[in-house]
């Protein structure tokens, strides 16, 4: 029950400024949280790689309602694009984006943030790299996917988010697996009402499931992104069934979760990604982690009472 308390508290701007204000939360965030700065996102991204995983980069932020937001957060991507580039690993480095980081909220959120992910798009392409747009709340799943396939018109290696926990997936992955896009399917980590949404942990695992199967035999590239043992497990028996080679698929897992079960699946041979996200608008990233597993809560009171 504790869950759904913390993705109210997600959205609370009183509780936000409590949470931030303590300086007792930083080292329980950098559990999750690559760091404060680029070079720090770097550093992290840099000991991966050299783990033989690879990584996909999210400069936090989200929910923006200033136009000028948007575009500091837009000018952000373009710098970690050039830094990337710069420092050799952008084929090995993508980018993950939240729309409303880029101003999907706002009055004509929908072509502001169209726009502004446009800009960042086009230079990771420049850079040999590409964009993943993360998924958010429902409200925003038609127009993500609309600037996903807009996108795509010219850069067809740009990936979109689907979650499993929305009665809607299954037709998303059914659509998109016959594009041959590239998906990102993770459960979904947002508090919906259960006029969209399954609200049951076993009807998401086996939604997850179906639509694994559309990616997986589809024309696409499935990016399976769960920590999940007994999903692992599903997409790998999948994957062999339907002759699907290490480098038609891949999985994905957080930075600072399953970290040992990231390589072991490396050293199988899998490709395996790690989202490294970094920077200082945290907060709203870490209570969705918390609220996922109530014992990130307790390992976060029991570092507030040692202090
Ligand atoms: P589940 O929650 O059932 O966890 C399975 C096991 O994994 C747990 O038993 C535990 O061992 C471990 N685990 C999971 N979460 C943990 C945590 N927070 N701390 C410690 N251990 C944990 N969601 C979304 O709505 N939009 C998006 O764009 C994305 N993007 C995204 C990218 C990537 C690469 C990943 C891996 C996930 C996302 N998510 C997301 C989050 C996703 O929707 C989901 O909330 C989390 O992945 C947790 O679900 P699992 O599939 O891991 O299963």
């Excluded at 990584?55 to 000018?75: K, M, W, Y």
């Excluded at 990231?262 to 395996?272: C, K, M, P, S």
Aim: proline share 4%.
């Amino acid at each position: 029950m504790l869950g759904p308390v913390l993705l109210a508290a997600a959205g609370s701007e009183r509780v936000r400024r409590l949470v931030s204000s303590t300086p007792l939360t930083r080292p329980v965030v950098d559990r999750f949280v690559a760091g404060e700065e680029l070079p720090d996102a770097l550093d992290a991204s840099r000991t991966l790689l050299s783990q033989g995983l690879t990584v996909t980069l999210d400069r936090l932020g989200e929910s923006v309602t200033d136009p000028l937001q948007a575009i500091r957060n837009r000018d952000g991507y373009l710098e970690l694009v050039d830094e990337l580039a710069a420092a050799g690993v952008a084929e090995r480095a993508e980018l993950s984006v939240k729309l409303s980081a880029f101003g999907q909220a706002l009055p004509d959120g929908h072509d502001i943030a169209h726009r502004n992910v446009a800009r960042v798009v086009a230079a990771a392409a420049a850079a040999g790299t590409a964009v993943t747009l993360d998924m958010e709340d429902h409200t925003t799943v038609d127009s993500t996917l609309a600037v996903h396939e807009a996108l795509r018109a010219e850069h067809p290696e740009t990936g979109a988010v689907l979650q499993s926990y929305l009665f809607r997936t299954e037709d998303d992955a059914r659509r998109l697996a016959a594009t041959g896009a590239r998906v990102r399917l993770v459960k979904g980590a947002y508090r919906e009402p259960a006029e969209v949404a399954f609200q049951r942990k076993v009807e998401v695992d086996l939604a997850y499931v179906r639509c694994l199967r559309l990616l997986m035999t589809g024309e696409g590239y499935p990016m399976v992104a769960t920590h999940d043992p007994r999903l692992v497990a599903v997409a790998e028996e999948l994957a062999k069934r339907g002759g699907r080679a290490f480098d038609a698929y891949e999985f994905q897992m957080l930075y600072g979760i399953r970290d040992a079960e990231q390589r072991r699946l490396a050293a199988q041979g899998h490709r395996v990604r790690v989202y490294v996200p970094y920077g200082g608008d945290w907060y709203g990233y870490f209570m969705r982690r918390l609220a996922e597993r109530p014992a990130n809560l307790a390992f976060f009171a029991r570092s507030l009472a040692t202090r």
